[in-house]
């Protein structure tokens, strides 16, 4: 990869990873933002589908991303404080770090 040109288009945020392994590598990151990751203004269908499950009208959450993952967290710590029982299933080794508890486990 020396000296080879790399468009990052990952959000800005999400990006610092990726750049230095490239440049680890002798690449030559070249930063393009494709998206920007922002908190949804209304989170209310959010909490009402996590209140939903907490409650046991849902098995699972299945998480897409990490970005979804701190959404749910936000919404669980702020939201539903009784949610030590909730199933979460995401994709990747440590993708739901974000959600379980120290010690709890996967």
């Known amino acids: 990869m020396k000296s080879k040109r790399v468009v990052v288009t990952r959000a800005a945020a999400q990006a610092r990873e990726l750049v230095r392994a490239l440049e680890d590598r002798g690449a030559i990151p070249v930063l393009y933002p494709c998206i920007a990751i922002e908190a949804p203004e209304d989170t209310r269908d959010l909490d009402y589908g996590l209140k939903l499950t907490v409650r046991g ?9 990490a970005n979804t993952v701190s959404a749910v967290a936000a919404s669980v710590t702020t ?10 299933a995401g994709a990747g080794h ?3 770090r974000g959600l379980i508890p120290s010690g709890s486990g996967p």
């Open 57 to 65: 009208e849902h098995d699972w959450v299945v998480l897409t991303s």
């Open 79 to 88: 939201n539903n404080p009784n949610a030590s029982h909730l199933r979460a």
């Open 94 to 96: 440590g993708f739901l």
